[in-house]
Protein backbone atom coordinates (compact mmCIF):
# COMPACT_ATOMS: atom_id res chain seq x y z
CA UNK A 1 0.00 0.00 0.00
CA UNK A 2 2.74 2.25 0.93
CA UNK A 3 4.37 2.03 -2.65
CA UNK A 4 1.43 2.28 -4.47
CA UNK A 5 0.91 5.62 -2.48
CA UNK A 6 1.61 9.10 -4.31
CA UNK A 7 1.31 11.33 -1.35
CA UNK A 8 0.61 11.48 1.77
CA UNK A 9 -2.26 14.30 3.28
CA UNK A 10 -3.48 14.92 6.35
CA UNK A 11 -7.40 15.23 7.02
CA UNK A 12 -6.83 18.89 6.82
CA UNK A 13 -4.93 18.98 3.67
CA UNK A 14 -7.39 15.86 2.17
CA UNK A 15 -9.64 18.46 2.30
CA UNK A 16 -8.71 20.80 0.84
CA UNK A 17 -7.68 19.01 -1.91
CA UNK A 18 -10.91 17.92 -2.63
CA UNK A 19 -12.13 21.45 -2.78
CA UNK A 20 -8.78 22.57 -4.82
CA UNK A 21 -9.17 19.62 -7.47
CA UNK A 22 -5.59 18.51 -6.93
CA UNK A 23 -3.55 17.78 -3.98
CA UNK A 24 -2.75 20.41 -1.57
CA UNK A 25 0.40 20.91 0.89
CA UNK A 26 0.04 20.25 4.32
CA UNK A 27 -0.59 23.18 6.86
CA UNK A 28 2.43 24.61 8.57
CA UNK A 29 0.22 24.58 12.31
CA UNK A 30 -0.87 20.92 11.53
CA UNK A 31 2.17 19.42 10.43
CA UNK A 32 3.76 19.49 13.52
CA UNK A 33 2.00 16.92 15.00
CA UNK A 34 3.05 13.98 12.61
CA UNK A 35 6.33 14.04 14.34
CA UNK A 36 8.37 14.32 11.62
CA UNK A 37 8.43 18.27 10.81
CA UNK A 38 11.63 19.83 12.59
CA UNK A 39 9.45 22.84 14.29
CA UNK A 40 12.88 25.11 15.30
CA UNK A 41 14.25 24.65 11.98
CA UNK A 42 11.13 24.87 9.82
CA UNK A 43 11.55 21.81 7.88
CA UNK A 44 11.63 18.38 7.74
CA UNK A 45 13.75 16.38 10.09
CA UNK A 46 16.36 14.10 8.35
CA UNK A 47 16.82 11.60 11.18
CA UNK A 48 13.01 11.01 11.39
CA UNK A 49 12.06 10.94 7.91
CA UNK A 50 15.16 8.54 8.41
CA UNK A 51 13.71 6.35 10.94
CA UNK A 52 10.07 6.22 9.20
CA UNK A 53 11.00 5.96 5.53
CA UNK A 54 12.98 2.76 6.14
CA UNK A 55 14.79 0.70 3.24
CA UNK A 56 12.30 2.83 0.31
CA UNK A 57 14.31 5.84 1.43
CA UNK A 58 14.25 9.57 2.40
CA UNK A 59 13.64 10.93 -1.13
CA UNK A 60 10.86 8.62 -1.58
CA UNK A 61 9.18 9.93 1.55
CA UNK A 62 9.65 13.44 1.75
CA UNK A 63 8.38 13.19 -2.16
CA UNK A 64 5.27 11.51 -0.54
CA UNK A 65 4.66 13.87 1.91
CA UNK A 66 5.55 17.42 -0.44
CA UNK A 67 7.19 20.91 0.44
CA UNK A 68 5.10 22.59 3.47
CA UNK A 69 4.63 26.60 3.03
CA UNK A 70 5.47 28.45 6.39
CA UNK A 71 3.00 31.09 5.20
CA UNK A 72 -0.60 29.44 6.60
CA UNK A 73 -2.22 31.92 4.81
CA UNK A 74 -1.50 32.13 1.41
CA UNK A 75 -4.00 30.44 -0.74
CA UNK A 76 -2.96 27.58 -2.88
CA UNK A 77 -5.58 28.29 -5.89
CA UNK A 78 -8.57 29.29 -6.80
CA UNK A 79 -11.45 26.65 -6.61
CA UNK A 80 -11.63 23.07 -9.19
CA UNK A 81 -14.29 23.93 -11.61
CA UNK A 82 -16.29 20.97 -10.82
CA UNK A 83 -17.74 23.10 -7.73
CA UNK A 84 -18.31 26.01 -9.94
CA UNK A 85 -20.46 24.10 -12.11
CA UNK A 86 -22.22 21.74 -9.89
CA UNK A 87 -22.43 24.28 -6.53
CA UNK A 88 -22.25 27.35 -8.20
CA UNK A 89 -19.07 28.74 -6.31
CA UNK A 90 -17.49 32.32 -8.03
CA UNK A 91 -14.31 31.18 -10.13
CA UNK A 92 -12.34 33.47 -8.63
CA UNK A 93 -12.97 31.56 -4.84
CA UNK A 94 -9.40 31.03 -3.28
CA UNK A 95 -8.26 28.22 -1.15
CA UNK A 96 -6.26 28.79 2.03
CA UNK A 97 -4.76 26.09 3.65
CA UNK A 98 -7.12 24.29 5.42
CA UNK A 99 -5.60 23.66 9.33
CA UNK A 100 -6.66 20.61 12.49
CA UNK A 101 -9.50 21.36 15.13
CA UNK A 102 -6.97 22.21 17.94
CA UNK A 103 -5.14 24.84 15.51
CA UNK A 104 -7.92 26.32 14.19
CA UNK A 105 -9.59 26.53 18.02
CA UNK A 106 -6.53 29.05 19.00
CA UNK A 107 -7.53 31.26 15.61
CA UNK A 108 -10.65 32.07 17.44
CA UNK A 109 -9.95 35.46 18.76
CA UNK A 110 -7.14 37.77 18.60
CA UNK A 111 -5.24 35.45 21.11
CA UNK A 112 -1.75 37.58 22.02
CA UNK A 113 1.24 36.00 23.52
CA UNK A 114 0.60 34.75 27.16
CA UNK A 115 -2.87 34.84 26.34
CA UNK A 116 -4.50 31.69 27.42
CA UNK A 117 -7.73 29.61 26.27
CA UNK A 118 -9.06 26.86 28.77
CA UNK A 119 -11.98 24.29 27.12
CA UNK A 120 -14.16 23.03 30.01
CA UNK A 121 -15.42 19.92 28.74
CA UNK A 122 -15.77 16.64 29.04
CA UNK A 123 -12.17 16.95 28.95
CA UNK A 124 -9.68 19.64 29.62
CA UNK A 125 -7.99 21.36 27.41
CA UNK A 126 -5.18 24.11 27.45
CA UNK A 127 -4.18 26.28 24.86
CA UNK A 128 -2.01 29.01 24.09
CA UNK A 129 0.18 31.18 21.95
CA UNK A 130 3.63 32.17 22.85
CA UNK A 131 6.70 33.58 21.22
CA UNK A 132 9.33 31.19 23.17
CA UNK A 133 10.88 27.67 21.76
CA UNK A 134 10.48 25.90 24.75
CA UNK A 135 8.80 21.82 23.89
CA UNK A 136 8.82 19.83 26.52
CA UNK A 137 7.66 16.04 26.80
CA UNK A 138 4.97 17.06 29.21
CA UNK A 139 2.64 19.11 26.55
CA UNK A 140 2.16 19.35 22.94
CA UNK A 141 3.96 22.03 20.85
CA UNK A 142 3.13 23.12 17.42
CA UNK A 143 3.98 25.83 15.01
CA UNK A 144 1.58 28.22 15.07
CA UNK A 145 -1.59 27.74 11.96
CA UNK A 146 -1.00 31.69 11.29
CA UNK A 147 1.97 33.47 12.47
CA UNK A 148 5.62 32.57 12.17
CA UNK A 149 7.95 33.23 14.95
CA UNK A 150 5.03 32.03 16.99
CA UNK A 151 4.24 28.83 18.51
CA UNK A 152 0.93 26.73 20.20
CA UNK A 153 1.02 24.98 23.21
CA UNK A 154 -1.22 22.58 24.11
CA UNK A 155 -2.66 20.14 26.75
CA UNK A 156 -5.09 17.72 26.54
CA UNK A 157 -6.92 15.72 29.71
CA UNK A 158 -9.03 12.84 29.24
CA UNK A 159 -10.76 14.21 33.01
CA UNK A 160 -12.54 17.22 33.24
CA UNK A 161 -15.99 17.88 33.75
CA UNK A 162 -16.89 13.66 34.65
CA UNK A 163 -14.29 14.20 37.43
CA UNK A 164 -15.90 17.44 38.54
CA UNK A 165 -19.53 15.90 38.16
CA UNK A 166 -18.41 13.20 40.28
CA UNK A 167 -17.29 15.37 43.05
CA UNK A 168 -20.84 17.38 42.52
CA UNK A 169 -22.58 14.39 43.13
CA UNK A 170 -20.95 12.84 46.41
CA UNK A 171 -21.17 16.94 47.75
CA UNK A 172 -24.96 16.06 46.93
CA UNK A 173 -24.93 12.46 47.78
CA UNK A 174 -26.38 12.13 44.76
CA UNK A 175 -29.57 14.10 45.61
CA UNK A 176 -29.70 16.63 42.66
CA UNK A 177 -27.98 17.52 39.92
CA UNK A 178 -26.75 21.26 40.65
CA UNK A 179 -23.87 22.47 41.00
CA UNK A 180 -25.06 24.90 43.72
CA UNK A 181 -23.48 23.22 46.71
CA UNK A 182 -20.60 22.41 44.86
CA UNK A 183 -20.34 26.13 44.09
CA UNK A 184 -20.57 27.52 47.84
CA UNK A 185 -18.41 24.48 49.20
CA UNK A 186 -16.12 24.94 46.84
CA UNK A 187 -16.21 29.47 47.48
CA UNK A 188 -16.13 28.88 50.99
CA UNK A 189 -13.32 26.50 51.36
CA UNK A 190 -9.21 28.24 51.91
CA UNK A 191 -7.40 27.83 49.41
CA UNK A 192 -5.71 24.42 49.29
CA UNK A 193 -8.27 23.92 52.09
CA UNK A 194 -5.46 25.37 54.32
CA UNK A 195 -5.72 28.46 56.79
CA UNK A 196 -4.22 31.28 55.61
CA UNK A 197 -0.71 31.95 57.50
CA UNK A 198 -1.02 29.34 59.77
CA UNK A 199 2.46 27.16 59.80
CA UNK A 200 0.55 23.84 61.29
CA UNK A 201 -1.85 23.43 59.18
CA UNK A 202 -1.08 21.34 55.94
CA UNK A 203 -2.39 22.43 52.31
CA UNK A 204 -4.36 19.20 50.64
CA UNK A 205 -3.01 18.14 47.21
CA UNK A 206 -4.87 15.88 45.21
CA UNK A 207 -5.63 13.97 41.81
CA UNK A 208 -9.02 12.80 40.79
CA UNK A 209 -8.72 10.49 37.73
CA UNK A 210 -12.56 8.49 36.92
CA UNK A 211 -10.67 8.16 33.55
CA UNK A 212 -7.41 6.90 32.92
CA UNK A 213 -5.41 10.13 32.29
CA UNK A 214 -2.54 11.16 29.42
CA UNK A 215 -1.46 14.03 31.31
CA UNK A 216 0.20 12.20 34.00
CA UNK A 217 0.20 9.07 32.01
CA UNK A 218 -1.59 7.04 34.86
CA UNK A 219 -4.22 5.00 35.80
CA UNK A 220 -7.85 5.80 36.66
CA UNK A 221 -8.15 6.34 40.33
CA UNK A 222 -8.26 9.22 42.81
CA UNK A 223 -5.17 10.07 45.28
CA UNK A 224 -5.21 12.87 48.79
CA UNK A 225 -1.99 14.51 49.84
CA UNK A 226 -0.56 16.71 52.62
CA UNK A 227 1.84 19.34 52.36
CA UNK A 228 3.90 20.47 55.52
CA UNK A 229 5.01 23.73 54.28
CA UNK A 230 7.27 24.43 56.84
CA UNK A 231 8.91 20.83 57.02
CA UNK A 232 8.46 20.95 52.53
CA UNK A 233 7.14 16.56 53.19
CA UNK A 234 4.36 15.41 51.08
CA UNK A 235 2.16 12.97 52.83
CA UNK A 236 -0.82 10.61 52.01
CA UNK A 237 -3.84 11.83 53.74
CA UNK A 238 -5.62 9.60 55.99
CA UNK A 239 -9.28 9.77 55.96
CA UNK A 240 -9.77 11.63 58.97
CA UNK A 241 -7.53 13.88 57.91
CA UNK A 242 -8.65 15.33 55.12
CA UNK A 243 -12.45 16.48 55.50
CA UNK A 244 -14.46 14.55 52.93
CA UNK A 245 -16.50 16.38 49.75
CA UNK A 246 -16.28 19.36 51.41
CA UNK A 247 -12.78 19.39 50.79
CA UNK A 248 -12.86 17.90 47.32
CA UNK A 249 -15.33 20.27 46.28
CA UNK A 250 -12.43 23.11 45.91
CA UNK A 251 -9.72 20.60 45.65
CA UNK A 252 -10.65 19.01 42.27
CA UNK A 253 -10.54 22.09 40.99
CA UNK A 254 -7.50 23.18 41.83
CA UNK A 255 -5.93 20.15 40.85
CA UNK A 256 -6.83 20.58 37.53
CA UNK A 257 -5.47 23.80 37.02
CA UNK A 258 -2.29 23.57 39.42
CA UNK A 259 -1.35 20.93 36.61
CA UNK A 260 -1.94 23.42 33.46
CA UNK A 261 -0.10 25.87 35.72
CA UNK A 262 2.41 23.59 36.37
CA UNK A 263 3.30 22.95 32.35
CA UNK A 264 3.03 26.06 31.44
CA UNK A 265 5.03 28.47 34.12
CA UNK A 266 7.77 28.73 32.08
CA UNK A 267 6.01 29.70 28.70
CA UNK A 268 4.62 33.14 30.92
CA UNK A 269 6.07 35.97 30.99
CA UNK A 270 5.69 39.39 33.04
CA UNK A 271 3.99 41.76 30.57
CA UNK A 272 5.92 44.97 29.70
CA UNK A 273 4.96 47.58 32.22
CA UNK A 274 3.22 45.38 35.23
CA UNK A 275 5.33 45.03 38.49
CA UNK A 276 3.02 41.78 38.57
CA UNK A 277 4.42 38.27 38.80
CA UNK A 278 4.24 36.04 35.43
CA UNK A 279 0.94 34.94 34.29
CA UNK A 280 -1.00 35.05 31.55
CA UNK A 281 -2.22 38.09 30.27
CA UNK A 282 -5.96 36.89 30.06
CA UNK A 283 -7.58 33.37 30.49
CA UNK A 284 -10.66 32.80 28.32
CA UNK A 285 -12.60 30.15 29.56
CA UNK A 286 -14.74 27.73 26.84
CA UNK A 287 -17.12 24.85 26.91
CA UNK A 288 -19.52 23.76 29.55
CA UNK A 289 -17.75 24.54 32.96
CA UNK A 290 -17.11 28.04 31.67
CA UNK A 291 -20.63 28.98 32.97
CA UNK A 292 -19.55 28.02 36.36
CA UNK A 293 -18.55 30.83 38.48
CA UNK A 294 -17.04 28.98 41.21
CA UNK A 295 -14.96 27.42 38.80
CA UNK A 296 -13.83 30.77 37.42
CA UNK A 297 -12.80 32.10 40.40
CA UNK A 298 -10.30 29.04 41.47
CA UNK A 299 -9.29 29.95 38.15
CA UNK A 300 -8.38 33.24 38.75
CA UNK A 301 -6.63 31.98 42.11
CA UNK A 302 -4.56 29.32 40.63
CA UNK A 303 -3.37 30.34 36.76
CA UNK A 304 -4.01 34.56 37.66
CA UNK A 305 -4.82 37.03 34.60
CA UNK A 306 -3.72 39.99 34.59
CA UNK A 307 -6.33 41.54 32.78
CA UNK A 308 -8.92 39.20 33.96
CA UNK A 309 -10.66 36.04 33.30
CA UNK A 310 -13.48 35.69 30.43
CA UNK A 311 -15.82 33.69 28.73
CA UNK A 312 -15.53 33.45 25.46
CA UNK A 313 -19.20 32.87 24.24
CA UNK A 314 -19.09 31.48 20.68
CA UNK A 315 -20.74 28.26 20.83
CA UNK A 316 -19.69 25.02 20.73
CA UNK A 317 -18.19 26.14 17.20
CA UNK A 318 -14.76 27.84 18.22
CA UNK A 319 -12.95 25.84 15.58
CA UNK A 320 -15.23 27.20 12.55
CA UNK A 321 -15.22 30.56 13.69
CA UNK A 322 -11.10 30.48 13.82
CA UNK A 323 -10.62 28.40 10.56
CA UNK A 324 -13.00 31.03 9.09
CA UNK A 325 -10.85 33.60 10.43
CA UNK A 326 -8.06 32.08 9.07
CA UNK A 327 -9.56 32.21 5.74
CA UNK A 328 -10.79 36.06 5.98
CA UNK A 329 -7.14 36.60 6.77
CA UNK A 330 -5.83 35.07 3.85
CA UNK A 331 -7.95 36.60 1.52
CA UNK A 332 -7.74 39.92 2.47
CA UNK A 333 -5.28 40.99 4.76
CA UNK A 334 -3.05 43.85 3.86
CA UNK A 335 0.85 43.03 2.81
CA UNK A 336 2.49 42.01 5.40
CA UNK A 337 -0.15 42.36 8.02
CA UNK A 338 0.00 39.83 10.82
CA UNK A 339 -3.36 37.71 11.59
CA UNK A 340 -3.52 39.09 15.21
CA UNK A 341 -3.44 42.42 13.84
CA UNK A 342 -5.41 41.51 11.21
CA UNK A 343 -8.59 40.11 13.16
CA UNK A 344 -7.97 42.74 15.83
CA UNK A 345 -9.18 45.66 13.48
CA UNK A 346 -12.59 43.73 13.12
CA UNK A 347 -12.87 42.13 16.74
CA UNK A 348 -16.04 43.21 18.04
CA UNK A 349 -15.21 41.86 21.86
CA UNK A 350 -18.37 42.90 23.51
CA UNK A 351 -20.17 40.45 21.39
CA UNK A 352 -18.34 37.66 22.43
CA UNK A 353 -16.47 37.92 25.42
CA UNK A 354 -17.67 38.73 28.96
CA UNK A 355 -15.20 39.50 32.43
CA UNK A 356 -16.25 36.73 34.79
CA UNK A 357 -13.63 37.29 36.98
CA UNK A 358 -10.80 39.59 38.04
CA UNK A 359 -7.91 37.30 37.95
CA UNK A 360 -5.17 37.51 39.82
CA UNK A 361 -5.34 38.35 43.35
CA UNK A 362 -1.93 39.02 45.08
CA UNK A 363 -1.35 36.69 47.51
CA UNK A 364 -3.16 33.98 46.63
CA UNK A 365 -1.37 33.44 43.64
CA UNK A 366 1.94 33.22 44.91
CA UNK A 367 0.40 30.87 47.34
CA UNK A 368 -0.20 28.76 44.56
CA UNK A 369 3.00 29.08 43.18
CA UNK A 370 4.96 28.02 46.31
CA UNK A 371 2.87 24.36 46.55
CA UNK A 372 3.86 24.13 42.41
CA UNK A 373 6.93 21.81 44.03
CA UNK A 374 4.67 19.91 45.97
CA UNK A 375 1.64 19.40 43.53
CA UNK A 376 4.84 18.07 41.01
CA UNK A 377 5.69 15.45 43.88
CA UNK A 378 2.72 14.22 44.20
CA UNK A 379 2.06 13.48 40.33
CA UNK A 380 5.62 11.85 40.73
CA UNK A 381 4.46 9.52 43.71
CA UNK A 382 1.35 8.75 41.69
CA UNK A 383 3.43 7.87 38.82
CA UNK A 384 5.28 5.57 40.61
CA UNK A 385 2.64 3.43 41.92
CA UNK A 386 0.01 3.88 39.07
CA UNK A 387 2.10 4.60 35.51
CA UNK A 388 -0.03 3.38 32.47
CA UNK A 389 3.37 1.23 31.94
CA UNK A 390 2.63 -0.17 35.39
CA UNK A 391 1.45 -3.92 35.90
CA UNK A 392 -0.85 -5.10 39.15
Not at 368 to 385: M, N, S
Request: proline share 6%.
Amino acid sequence: MYKNTSRISLVSSFLASVFLGRVAPIDIGDVGGMNLWDIKEWRWNEALLDLAAGKDGIDDLRAKLGDVPHDGGKPFGSISKYFVGRYGFPEKCQIVPFTGDNPATILALPLRASDAILSLGTSTTFLMSTNQYKPDPSYHFLPHPATEGLYMFMLCYKNGGLAREQIRDAVNRNDTKSWDNFNETALHTFPLAKIPNSEEDPAKLALYFPRPEIVPNVKSGTWRFLWDKKSNKVTEAKEEEWGGSSTDARAIVESQLLSCRLRSQNLVQKLPGSDLPAQPRRVYLVGGGSVNPAIARICGDVLGGVEGVFRLDIGGNACALGAAYKAAWGTERGDGESFEDFLDKRWKEEGFVKKIDDGYRKGVFEAYGEALPAFAEVEKRVLAVAGAGKTD
